[in-house]
């Protein structure tokens, strides 16, 4: 069987990227890591959020992956620097993407929700120094509880609405003309965000960027598979078994301490 390419993430926030990536390269074999024993992540220490990257990257590269998807913002802001230097195999993390909103809004004001540990880390605040040479106004709200919701399956829909009103109402006031989700968790409420947020304000999309990111990244390397068939998905996870809705029938799910 030809190498998976590796996901990780604290939880079930990366299947997006997942389903997104596998309905492009449908080829491809695919091992995602929902490292739930440790969700969130995002108030975790550097430290510690770099130890659980590092060591989910092990456990990638013990299944003989061929490369590895960083598919969560506080992971990726905090120790990407750290993985790349650390392992062989090509990585690829996912960022708020901050110059996109720059290069749209019109209002010079854009919201970004996201974890606390993805808006205070050192990657974060150098690319929003980059790329803001023009001195948007960047409405910063750290996400909280919405992890730990999302991964419960949203049992309390209205409790999430409550906090995604209490989280964007400020930013509408300013005039935010676009919303960065800086947390790929965010990506399975993003209709309950548009609801809120109304027909003017556009979502930044995150996620397309890095799946045509790996797919030329396959590419441009020669690692790419070439079987006609189509490939398999394998989700390991060491908490609470993921919840149903958010897995395709198609996966085979394994309980693994990693």
Not at 4 to 33: H, M, P, T, W
Not at 86 to 93: E, S
Not at 178 to 183: I, Q, R, T
């Amino acid at each position: 069987m030809s190498r998976s390419i590796g996901i990780f993430d604290s939880g079930i926030g990366g299947l997006s990227i997942l389903k997104s990536l596998a309905r492009k390269a449908v080829n491809e074999n695919y091992i995602y890591l929902a490292d739930n024993k440790n969700c969130p992540y995002g108030n975790k220490s550097e430290i510690e959020i770099s130890k659980l990257s590092i060591k989910n990257c092990e456990k990638l590269i013990e299944l003989n992956c061929k490369m590895i998807i960083v598919a969560c913002n506080t992971a990726t802001t905090n120790s990407i620097n750290i993985l790349r230097k650390q392992f062989d195999v090509p990585i690829i993390g996912i960022e708020p993407g901050i110059k996109p909103a720059i290069n749209y809004t019109k209002t010079k004001n854009i919201g970004v929700l996201a974890t606390n540990k993805t808006l205070s880390s050192k990657l974060f605040n150098e690319n929003l120094l980059t790329n803001n040479m023009n001195k948007i106004n960047v409405h910063e709200q750290i996400g909280h509880d919405l992890v730990e919701l999302i991964e419960d399956g949203i049992e309390n829909e209205e409790k999430l609405n409550e906090y995604i009103n209490k989280y964007l109402n400020n930013m509408i006031e300013n005039k935010i003309d676009c919303l960065v989700l800086g947390c790929t968790h965010y990506n399975f409420i993003e209709n309950n965000i548009k609801h809120i947020l109304g027909p003017n304000i556009k979502i930044i999309d995150t996620v397309s960027p890095v799946v045509n990111h790996v797919i030329n990244k396959l590419s441009e390397l020669n690692i790419q598979n070439t079987s006609s068939n189509f490939g398999s998905t394998i989700i390991y996870y060491n908490g609470n078994k993921p919840n149903k809705k958010y897995l395709n029938p198609n996966y085979k799910i394994i309980f693994d301490d990693f």
